[in-house]
């Protein structure tokens, strides 16, 4: 009896903070529903804001559209702005009702939450222009284009710029991050070449970044994200182009070890730095492989660089002289899109032989184990750039790398599944992967225990001095400067 009458109170109040749990969301829904309409009387005509109606609506479905389905959210309404004032305008509404919001550029953010939102979802499609001056040799690009629009725009002048490797990458969150490309054994990180950048701060002031204007945001900005505020436009330096050489092999479980060898013979001897390679350890359908991009950027790439990995049995092969952005479309980086995903990462010295059969025993171990769980795509891209890489800026140019002193080679692990069931089951084992690949680096003396990691790799509960190392306190400071009541916190993201 007393036991039924405490089990009944017991439902009684379970079911209560059921309810009011319940109204929160929904007295936060109406809250967010009613920023949505307050910001949709205060955006111009070049700017757009759209509702979730029942059934399709496009514009919004897209607005909230990641590349991998764990990204997306629900938002209450997306907003397109299409003017710096207005992104001024929804910043300074936001704020002011204290209301979730994200920014997506490209959508490619692995983080769930880092650019989606249940509140407002703004949406940057609309700044979308790409200006090429060649008296300053800039590119003055909007931060709402994938690289393959950026690219496509400074073909005809036949210049480039330091971006992705491969398709349908946003420009925006890949240079706000720091930015590895095919370029960077030549120029350095994306942040490297940046000449400015275009900012609505969160108080609505519209600041052109540069240098001399603003140093202090102007470092802040190679690395922090959405810290400061929203980039409409960033001015990056351009280079000549030619036709490049190169593309993609596959190649099968006989010839692993091969590709092994090859990549550790590319990362220890070629110095050319023009050339680049990325093999990437998959398991998919129940065997592992690797899908190898090879890069040369010449129209013929030099005798002997590629030879070893030329000389390997393969399943398909796509490699020959091309456009810069047909070489970035060759790599089928969609071909998982549309599950859920999670990255981690790991920072190496070098790729050493132990290290390779380390990165081939996780792809079989991690693959074998999550294929039963609900995972499609098991991978590991190995990422071989020469010891120079952060020499291209000068000490503390940038928020990452936080230390210049020695070049880090970025491993990205990237699991894709289906079941949001399994999202722990994947987060842990990309942990567990990673801390064994740190684990057998550090075993043969890699120092790189507090190495850091780059944070569009790592995951999200990542501690912050993990990527910003001794830079975490200025980026504080910038922050507190620039957004004293906290504004952009109310995005996702890694936040100071
Ligand atoms: C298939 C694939 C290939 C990749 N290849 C590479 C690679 O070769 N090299 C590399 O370095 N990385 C690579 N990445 C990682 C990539 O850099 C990140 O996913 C990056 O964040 C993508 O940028 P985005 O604009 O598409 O992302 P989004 O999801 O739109 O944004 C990512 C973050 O940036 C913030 N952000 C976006 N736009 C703005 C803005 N205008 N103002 C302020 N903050 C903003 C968002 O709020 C979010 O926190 C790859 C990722 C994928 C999925
Ligand atoms: C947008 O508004 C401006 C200024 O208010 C006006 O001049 C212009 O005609 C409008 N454009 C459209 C397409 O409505
Ligand atoms: C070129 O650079 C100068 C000086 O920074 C600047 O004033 C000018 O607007 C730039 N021109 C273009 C077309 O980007
Ligand atoms: C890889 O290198 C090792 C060590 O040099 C060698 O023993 C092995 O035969 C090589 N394997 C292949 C397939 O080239
Ligand atoms: C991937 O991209 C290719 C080339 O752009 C396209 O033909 C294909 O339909 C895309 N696949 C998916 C799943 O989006
Ligand atoms: C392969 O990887 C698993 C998981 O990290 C580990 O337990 C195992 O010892 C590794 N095997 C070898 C031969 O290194
Ligand atoms: C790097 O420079 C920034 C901006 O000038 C500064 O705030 C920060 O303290 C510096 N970091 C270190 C570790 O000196």
Request: aromatic share 12%; glycine share 10%; charged share 15%.
């Amino acid at each position: 009896m007393r036991r039924s009458l405490a089990t009944a109170s017991l439902l009684a109040s379970s079911l209560l903070s059921l309810v009011s749990a319940e109204s929160l969301l929904l007295e936060a829904r109406a809250q967010y529903t009613s920023t949505c309409s307050e910001i949709e009387q205060a955006i111009s005509n070049v700017s757009a804001l759209h509702w979730p109606y029942l059934g399709l609506n496009a514009a919004y479905q897209k607005d909230i559209g990641h590349w991998a389905v764990s990204s997306t959210a629900q938002a209450a309404c997306s907003v397109e702005p299409g003017s710096a004032e207005d992104v001024g305008k929804i910043l300074q509404i936001l704020g002011k009702n204290k209301t979730p919001f994200a920014v997506k550029g490209g959508g490619h953010a692995s983080n769930p939450g880092f650019s989606s939102t249940e509140g407002v979802q703004i949406a940057m499609y609309r700044f979308s222009d790409v200006k090429y001056s060649l008296d300053n040799q800039t590119a003055e690009v909007g931060s709402g284009l994938i690289w393959d629009e950026v690219y496509a725009a400074l073909e005809p002048y036949a210049v480039n710029v330091v971006g992705g490797r491969v398709t349908g990458v946003g420009m925006a969150g890949f240079t706000l991050g720091g930015g590895y490309s095919w370029k960077t054994n030549q120029y350095g990180l994306t942040v490297d070449t940046i000449a400015g950048f275009e900012l609505v701060l969160p108080d609505g002031t519209v600041a052109q970044v540069s240098q001399d204007s603003y140093p202090d945001l102007f470092w802040g900005l190679k690395g922090g994200f959405n810290n400061f505020g929203i980039v409409t436009k960033f001015i990056l330096k351009t280079h000549y182009q030619t036709q490049v050489w190169g593309g993609i092999i596959t190649i099968t479980q006989e010839n692993l070890e091969a590709v092994n060898n090859a990549t550790v013979k590319f990362s220890q001897t070629v110095t050319d730095p023009k050339a680049a390679v990325l093999p990437t350890y998959n398991f998919l359908l129940d065997a592992p492989g690797v899908s190898l991009l090879l890069f040369y950027d010449y129209p013929t790439a030099p005798a002997g660089i590629f030879d070893d990995f030329l000389a390997i049995p393969y399943f398909t092969k796509d490699v020959k002289t091309r456009t810069f952005l047909d070489l970035v479309g060759a790599a089928p980086s969609n071909a998982t899109s549309g599950t859920r995903c999670i990255f981690h990462t790991v920072s190496l010295e070098q790729y050493t032989p132990t290290i390779m059969d380390a990165v081939l025993n996780e792809t079989k171990f991690w693959g074998e184990y999550l294929s039963l769980r609900s995972g499609t795509f098991i991978s590991y891209d190995v990422e071989p750039f020469l010891p120079s890489i952060f020499s291209h800026g000068a000490s503390n140019s940038s928020a990452y790398p936080p230390s210049r002193a020695t070049g880090l080679l970025p491993l990205n692990i990237y699991y894709a599944y289906t079941a949001e069931v399994d999202d722990d089951t994947f987060y842990d084992a990309a942990r567990q992967s990673a801390a064994r690949l740190a684990a057998v680096a550090q075993g043969e003396g890699q120092d790189i225990a507090d190495a850091p990691l780059y944070g569009n790799y790592a995951m999200f509960d990542t501690p912050l001095e993990r990527i910003y190392g001794a830079n975490v306190d200025g980026l504080r400071a910038v922050r507190e400067r620039y957004d004293p009541e906290g504004v952009m916190a109310l995005a996702g993201g890694f936040k100071f």
